[in-house]
């Protein structure tokens, strides 16, 4: 199996038991394409697996390492049934890198095909729940360090489980997103604004809050820029 990219297209992809699309920034321009931001979906028999992450550093060193452990996660997701023991597999893969100090903000989530979900934040902001028009993070009681830092929680993490009825759509996000300024240094309001636009079809939804932001931001993103959102594939919701 491989890694699906989202689309970034007004048609959302099916991946598993979800449709998905996503959004992908820069610092500065806020074109496509942000090397320190990571994300990926992919189908394996424990459900449908998402991870989004954020790694400390810009330029090449950062793409390498972002790209490094996409790949080991998608090799692994397939395989490890534990969500737990594959964020620490991946702690392992960035704290023995060639860059001892460099470390990645992650959450991952496995997503059964009733919704019922388990999601491990890593240092990263816990994903948006949304549902019937309102917006509000995931509860995230136990979070970990980020990944390369998880010795400092004695080398592990806990999942936690998402119940199915929290959410019709989840967003998931990098830092980027809820950290861009305004003209007078106000964050944006990622929860707020994604309630409002709720009602979007899904593709159209991230493509609405992509440009948003950039508005917000008077189109100059200080940080790269990641959105990743995910509801039941049509075919489900049919069922």
């Known amino acids: 199996m491989t890694v699906r990219p989202p689309s970034r297209t007004s048609h ?9 699309s996503a959004r992908r920034l820069t610092a500065g321009t806020g074109e496509d394409g942000a090397a320190g931001d990571l994300h990926g979906v ?20 950062g793409a390498r390492t972002a790209g490094k452990v996409l790949e080991v996660w998608s090799q692994l997701a397939v395989h490890e049934s534990s969500l737990e023991a594959l964020a620490v597999r991946l702690h392992s893969v960035v704290a023995h890198s060639a860059e001892p100090d460099r470390f990645v903000t992650a959450a991952l989530l496995t997503i059964a095909p009733d919704g019922a979900a388990d999601l491990v934040c890593c ?15 995931a509860a995230m009681p136990a979070p970990a360090p980020p990944l390369g ?9 806990a999942a936690q489980p998402v119940p199915a009825c929290a959410w019709q759509r989840m967003l998931l996000h990098t830092d980027g997103v809820t950290e861009a300024r305004d003209a007078d240094g106000v964050f944006y309001p990622l929860a707020e604004r994604a309630a409002e636009l709720s009602a979007l079809p899904l593709a159209p939804f991230t493509a609405a809050i992509t440009a948003d932001l950039l508005h917000h931001a008077r189109g100059s993103l200080q940080d790269d820029a990641s959105l990743l959102a995910v509801e039941a594939a049509p075919a489900l919701l049919r069922a």
């Open 149 to 157: 830092l998880l010795d400092l929680a004695h080398g592990w993490c």
């Open 42 to 61: 992919l189908d394996t028999p424990f459900g449908t697996r998402l991870l989004i992450g954020d790694v400390m550093g810009k330029g090449r060193e």
């Open 123 to 137: 240092g990263h902001p816990p994903p948006l729940l949304i549902r019937d028009g309102g917006a509000v993070p």
């Open 12 to 20: 959302p992809d099916t991946v598993g038991s979800l449709s998905v």
